[in-house]
């Protein structure tokens, strides 16, 4: 049911610009912004810019020199986007990635098409999460227009890599201050949870790399050698036997969706051991040794009741009483990446804010939720110390990532209805 009534003049300009907003989510999709590596992000903020910049907004685009990923070949670029209200008041900032994933394979759609097939908007990126930023800057636009007089400022952000950390966008911007509590006062990302979900946060996670030793000696006489390979597979198995059951059995009372991701987890991202693999085009055979080194790597999502130091810890005490009980065994560890865990209170001004659009929109009560990874919040948090941020946006988050990607315009356009009111509420006096 929808919440909606006839006096409301900003939702139905909002519903107005339904093929506007169409067309802005085909124009971010076909820019193929792959990362990795990190192609054409230049070219995205660009669009973004000039979309903006004549709707009034000061807009700003920023490299992030020096961060990890940033190279003159795939420089990191950013966008924010400001717009002043006519009087002093709070900031509003809506933050989207422009980044997409790799295609993959199953598709049966162009990927990078935006092709519109009934409500639906197909392509890598469309749900996560260029139909978000689409419906932002419409919210925003339409806002603007319905109430020029309003108060405080409205930001809209493109930044880059949150897929593979965010330290090429939000972590760069929030360590330049644009996340500020003094600057900017609320934010909100469209990641896509659905326009009637709101997200408060996400689990923490260590990647971290885990290395066997060996020693490397002719494969016809392993004997001589002692094989890193085998030594792994001791790790996997003491990990199947008794770090996987441990964490099968602790529970988050974080409202994470889905249902099992309110365990702790692990996952054995990548294995590499022995001889590297040769490109497809070779037709020699391996070489006969015995891999003296074999690595992997883990991605440990951790619960908001769990500390790091317990969580790492637990993986070097399954490691060391290898070292004690098998011959030979030797091993190394190499942190990757730390997230801590972020949980924005229900309280805050921005949930309460956002739940009654909610309710206004769709005529009932959000679902509280809280993600089984992380997002750009965490940066937002830790680095930029500002609390009062959550997620909120259109799209079905199973299908991130996936073949067929899509996003549903009417859930676009709902939650751009939703942002819209949250305007309302947050910069009228």
Request: charged content about 25%; proline content about 7%; aromatic content about 6%.
């Amino acid at each position: 049911m929808d919440g909606q009534d006839a006096r409301d003049p900003l939702g139905e300009r909002i519903a107005a610009k339904r093929d506007d907003l169409i067309e802005l989510t085909q124009a971010l999709v076909r820019i193929p912004t792959l990362n990795p590596p990190g192609d054409l992000y230049r070219d995205i903020c660009e669009l973004l810019r000039d979309r903006l910049a004549p709707r009034g907004f000061d807009c700003q685009l920023i490299r992030a020199e020096g961060a990890p990923g940033d190279s003159d070949a795939h420089p990191r670029w950013n966008i924010v986007a400001r717009r002043e209200g006519t009087r002093p008041g709070d900031c509003v900032h809506f933050n989207s990635h422009t980044d997409v994933v790799e295609v993959g394979s199953g598709w049966t759609r162009d990927p990078f098409g935006a092709e519109l097939d009934g409500d639906r908007i197909y392509g890598r990126g469309t749900c996560d999460m260029k139909g978000g930023l689409a419906a932002s800057i419409i919210a925003a636009e339409a806002f603007i227009e319905e109430h020029p007089d309003f108060a405080g400022a409205i930001e809209i952000s493109g930044t880059a890599d949150e897929e593979s950390g965010g330290y090429g966008g939000v972590a760069y911007l929030a360590e330049q201050g644009y996340f500020d509590p003094a600057r900017v006062q609320h934010v909100i990302i469209p990641e896509p949870l659905g326009h009637d979900r709101i997200c408060l946060g996400h689990r923490g996670g260590w990647w971290a790399e885990i290395e066997t030793k060996g020693e490397i000696a002719h494969g016809s006489m392993p004997f001589l050698g002692d094989c890193a390979v085998r030594h792994m597979g001791a790790v996997l198995d003491a990990f199947e036997r008794d770090l996987f059951p441990a964490l099968a059995n602790r529970r988050t009372d974080m409202p994470v969706i889905p249902d099992g991701a309110r365990q702790a987890t692990l996952n054995i991202n990548s294995i590499h051991g022995g001889e590297p693999e040769q490109a497809t085009d070779y037709t020699g055979l391996p070489s006969a040794c015995v891999p003296d080194s074999c690595r992997i790597a883990i991605d440990r999502r951790y619960l908001i009741e769990e500390t790091f130091e317990d969580v790492q810890a637990e993986v070097i005490a399954v490691l060391e009483n290898l070292r004690e009980t098998r011959p030979r065994f030797d091993y190394a560890v190499r942190e990757i990446n730390r997230i801590t865990p972020s949980m924005t209170e229900r309280d805050a001004p921005v949930v309460t804010t956002v739940a009654g659009a909610i309710r206004a929109v769709t005529g009932h009560d959000p679902a509280y939720v809280a993600s089984p990874g992380s997002y750009d919040q965490k940066h937002i948090d830790r680095i930029g110390r500002l609390k009062n941020c959550i997620a909120y946006g259109p799209g079905v988050l199973e299908l991130a990532h996936k073949p067929d990607e899509w996003v549903s315009v009417d859930d676009m356009i709902a939650s751009a209805r939703v942002m819209g009111r949250a305007l309302e509420t947050l910069l009228l006096p």
